[in-house]
Nanobody, 124 residues
Framework: QVQLVESGGGLVQAGGSLRLSCAAS????????MGWFRQAPGKEREFVAA????????YYAVAVKGRFTISRDNAKNTVYLQMNSLKPEDTAVYYC?????????????????WGQGTQVTVSS
């Protein structure tokens, strides 16, 4: 089992920044690819970003590329999502997730464990 706890969400004005954190406990964190997903009201969950276990390969949704940065610190069992130039359409509940196989990292169904989510609200 892997337990994931997100933090860092909140209310920010358009153009502002937030950094989300996801602390993991349980099985060896460094063995997992980690991803961030989000779900806005009335919409399906969508992929945001992912990082493989080596920390070298990162993946981004088109909507966030160039504005968001995913990183991980295996020594601290934590994955981060730095979000800059936020837009009202970034408003959603953000979830981190762990993927043991490390494949299909843009697909939510490939992930084994999920956090409870943290709300991000961007005002215009």
């Amino acid at each position: 089992q892997v337990q994931l706890v997100e933090s860092g969400g909140g209310l920010v004005q358009a153009g502002g920044s937030l950094r989300l954190s996801c602390a993991a406990s349980g099985r060896t964190f460094s063995n997992y690819a980690m991803g961030w997903f989000r779900q806005a009201p009335g919409k399906e969950r969508e992929f945001v970003a992912a990082v493989d276990w080596t920390r070298f390969d990162t993946y981004y949704a088109v909507a966030v590329k160039g504005r968001f940065t995913i990183s991980r610190d295996n020594a601290k069992n934590t994955v981060y999502l730095q979000m800059n130039s936020l837009k009202p359409e970034d408003t959603a509940v953000y979830y981190c997730a762990a993927n043991y196989a490390g494949i299909g990292v843009t697909r939510g169904r490939e992930y084994d464990y999920w956090g409870q989510g943290t709300q991000v609200t961007v005002s215009s």
